[in-house]
Structures are given as C-alpha cells and as structure tokens.
C-alpha cells in the first residue's frame, strides 16, 4: 500500500516562497509508469492540478502556474516537493500529492495524501 504524507508550513507571507515535501512509503517514487503531482483546492473551489515529476525526474506543469512552480525530488529519500514562488492570498489552499498513471490516454490517480493547509496571510 503506497502512502503519501505532505509536510511544510502552514502559513507563508505573501511574495514569498511556499515550499512542500511529500513523503512516500510503500513504493518508489522511480518506479516507471507513474508520476508524482501536486495538486491543491482553494477554498470553496475545486481540485487545481499543479504539476509533476515523472519516475525518470522529468516535469510538468500547469501553464497557468508554469512560471512560478518548481518540482524536484530526493530519490534517496523517496520524496518529492514543491516551490511556489511570489504567494499571494489567492495560493490560499489544501495542498495534496498523489500518485498519477497514464491509463492508455487517460490519467487516473490512485494515492493521496491526506492534504495540508496553506494559507498565504501577513
């Protein structure tokens, strides 16, 4: 059973950076086949999918958050994270990571964490 853990503060300043780790147990974040993402839901909204990193450490991003989300990882410690550079109120969220597959042209994900609240507040 594959478990994800999100871990970072729970408030940032605005223009700074957010940053998060996602732990993994339970499978390898360099198995092939899948990626690794982050995804957030600001509140009374829905899931905003963010971006990922793929098993050989390759990415992806959203185009609306390209230019100020970073994704690495640390293979030797199973995680990965996220920056989110230049917060402001509006990156007020839940953030999650989870495990993403390609299912013959449709993506499905299977493993979640169970999300952190960020909230961007001077």
């Known amino acids: 059973q594959v478990q994800l853990q999100e871990s970072g503060p729970g408030l940032v300043k605005p223009s700074q950076t957010l940053s998060l780790t996602c732990s993994v147990s339970?499978?390898?974040?360099?198995?092939?086949?899948?990626?690794w993402s982050w995804i957030r839901q600001p509140p009374g909204k829905g899931l905003e999918w963010m971006g990922s990193?793929?098993?050989?450490?390759?990415?992806a991003y959203s185009p609306s958050l390209k230019s100020r989300t970073s994704i690495s990882r640390d293979s030797s410690k199973n995680l990965f994270t996220l920056q989110l550079t230049s917060v402001t109120p509006e990156d007020t969220a839940v953030y999650y990571c989870?495990?993403?597959?390609?299912?013959?042209?449709?993506?499905?994900?299977?493993?979640w964490g169970p999300g952190t609240q960020v909230t961007v507040s001077s």
């Open positions: 989870a495990r993403e597959y390609d299912g013959f042209g449709t993506w499905y994900s299977d493993f």
């Open positions: 339970g499978g390898s974040i360099t198995t092939n086949y899948y990626y």
């Open positions: 990193i793929g098993n050989s450490g390759g990415t």
